[in-house]
C-alpha cells in the first residue's frame, strides 16, 4: 500500500462522504507511478534468459498422459532427452482436445529457445484467440512449463537461471482454509488443526458465498469470523481473507471495515472477478490492501489494473493465466508501480511447487505464498522435503523444476488421444 496514494483516498473519501455518497469519489486519474508506455515497454522486454544453450533444443514429441485423475506431459527433444510435467490436472480434463488439437501443433519441431515467441504464436495460431480464458492459457501454461523443463535440463541448470537466477531458496508460506458455510466456531478448529506443527504464522479464509450477490453462507458468519480469527491466533498471525467474488461495492468496503479494524493483511477478490472498475472503487475506499487476478489472462486487463491501481496485490495463476512468462511479465509489470505479487495457487499437481519456484526467482513477491502440499502425486525431490518446515518451504535447485515424477506412475499412465 501506497500513503500517497492512500491518503489522496482519504481525502477523496471524505469528499465523497461530504457528498452523502456510500461509493465515495473514485481517483479518476491514473496511477500517477506508472505510465502505460512503461508498462508496454516492459512488455516488450524478453524475459527468458538462454544465452547459455547454445544449440537448438528441438521438440521432438509431446505425449499427454493420464493416470487415474492425474495428467502429465512427456516431451522429448531431438537430442533424445525425456521430460515429464505435470498440468493443472482438473482444467487439462476439461479441455484436453484443445491442447492436443489447437496448442500442441504450434510447439512441435520447434526450437524451444523460441518459447516467447511461440506463446505468441499459440494465440493467433487458427483461431485460438476466440478461445482464450482457461481452456486456452492453462493449456499454454502445461506446454510452456515442459518446454521450460526440457531447456532447463538440457542445460543442466535449475528453472530459475531461465528467468536471471534464484534470489532466495526458503519460501514462507500461509495456509489457506477452502471451508464455508460451516459454523465460526468450527473454522477456528479446522484453522487450529491445519496450522498445528507447521510453525506458519498466516492463514486465508473464506468469508462471504462465492460469488453470491452478497449473500453469506451462512447468515453472519462472515462478521463473527473476522473477529474471532484474530482473537483466537492474535497479533503474531498474518491474516488474510478471500471473498471469492462474493460482494458488490457498498458490502464489499462495509466488510473490508471490519477486517481493517482486525489488522488484516489484505482482502482478496471483494468483487466478481471482471468487475474491474468496482473492485478498484473498493480498494480506493479501504486501506486494506486488496488482491485480486487470479482468474485474469489477458495482460492488457492486466495493465489496466496495475496502470489505475485497480488492486494493490497482483494475483496471477501460473496456470490459468498461461504460465511462468506471463505471470513474470505481470510481476515486471506491478514491480514498476510498487506493487507486489503474490500469485495465486491452482490446487492439484505440483501446482504448490510452481509457486515456490516463481517466488525464489521474483524480486517483487509477498510476504508468504500459499501453500497446499500434493501428497497424492509420487515425486521425488533431491534437495527439498518439498514440505513446510518452521512456517518456510525449501525450492528445489537440481536441474529443471528439481523433481522427479515416481518412474512406475509415469510408466503405468495412458496416453490420451482425440479419437
Ligand atoms: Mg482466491
Not at 488443526?193 to 453469506?216: I, P, Q, W
Not at 509477498?366 to 497446499?372: I, S, V
Request: glycine share 10%; with cysteine; proline share 6%.
Amino acid at each position: 500500500m501506497h500513503p500517497t496514494r492512500r491518503s489522496f483516498i482519504r481525502s477523496a473519501a471524505l469528499v465523497g462522504l461530504a457528498a452523502g455518497g456510500l461509493t465515495r469519489s473514485r481517483a479518476a486519474a491514473p496511477d500517477p507511478r506508472v505510465t502505460k508506455a512503461e508498462l508496454d515497454r516492459i512488455l516488450g522486454q524478453p524475459v527468458l534468459r538462454t544465452d547459455f544453450l547454445n544449440s537448438p533444443v528441438r521438440v521432438e514429441s509431446v505425449d499427454l498422459l493420464r493416470n487415474g485423475k492425474h495428467y502429465l506431459l512427456r516431451t522429448r527433444s531431438a537430442d533424445g532427452l525425456e521430460v515429464i510435467t505435470v498440468p493443472n490436472p482438473s482444467r487439462m480434463a476439461e479441455s484436453f482436445p484443445v491442447f492436443l488439437k489447437n496448442i500442441r501443433p504450434v510447439f512441435l519441431r520447434q526450437d524451444a529457445r523460441r518459447l516467447e515467441d511461440l506463446l505468441w504464436d499459440a494465440y493467433r495460431h487458427g483461431s485460438n484467440y476466440k478461445l482464450q480464458g482457461i481452456a486456452l492459457w492453462s493449456g499454454v501454461a502445461a506446454i510452456e512449463m515442459a518446454l521450460l523443463e526440457l531447456l532447463a535440463r538440457t542445460a543442466r541448470r535449475p528453472v530459475a537461471d531461465l528467468f536471471g537466477g534464484a534470489i532466495r531458496r526458503d519460501i514462507p508460506v500461509y495456509y489457506a482454509s477452502s471451508n464455508r458455510g460451516n459454523r465460526p466456531e468450527e473454522e477456528i478448529e479446522h484453522l487450529r488443526k491445519l496450522v498445528a506443527g507447521s510453525g506458519v504464522k498466516a492463514l486465508k479464509f473464506r468469508v462471504g458465498g462465492r460469488m453470491s450477490r452478497n449473500a453469506d453462507s451462512l447468515p453472519g458468519r462472515t462478521e463473527a469470523l473476522i473477529p474471532l480469527v484474530r482473537k483466537s491466533f492474535g497479533d503474531g498471525f498474518t491474516l488474510y481473507a478471500d471473498s471469492n467474488s462474493s460482494y458488490d461495492v457498498p458490502e464489499a468496503i462495509r466488510i473490508g471495515r471490519l477486517m481493517e479494524a482486525h489488522g488484516y493483511a489484505f482482502y482478496e477478490e471483494p468483487c466478481p472477478f471482471d468487475w474491474h472498475w468496482e473492485t478498484k472503487e473498493v480498494a480506493d475506499a479501504l486501506n486494506l490492501p486488496v488482491a485480486g487476478g487470479e482468474q485474469e489472462f489477458s495482460l492488457r486487463n492486466w495493465q489496466w489494473m496495475i496502470e489505475h491501481r485497480g488492486v494493490d496485490i497482483v494475483q496471477p495463476d501460473l496456470h490459468y493465466g498461461g504460465g511462468y512468462v506471463r505471470a513474470t511479465q505481470v510481476a515486471r509489470m506491478a514491480a514498476a508501480a510498487g506493487m507486489t505479487v503474490v500469485p495465486h495457487m491452482s490446487g492439484g499437481g505440483l501446482g504448490y511447487l510452481d509457486v515456490v519456484h516463481f517466488a525464489s526467482f521474483t524480486p517483487n513477491i509477498g510476504p508468504f505464498m500459499e501453500f497446499k502440499g500434493n501428497a497424492e502425486l509420487p515425486v521425488a525431490c533431491e534437495t527439498s522435503s518439498l514440505r513446510c518446515e518452521e512456517g518456510r518451504v525449501r525450492c528445489p535447485n537440481g536441474p529443471g523444476f528439481g523433481v522427479e515424477i515416481e518412474p512406475a506412475f509415469v510408466k503405468a499412465a495412458r496416453v490420451v488421444t482425440l479419437a
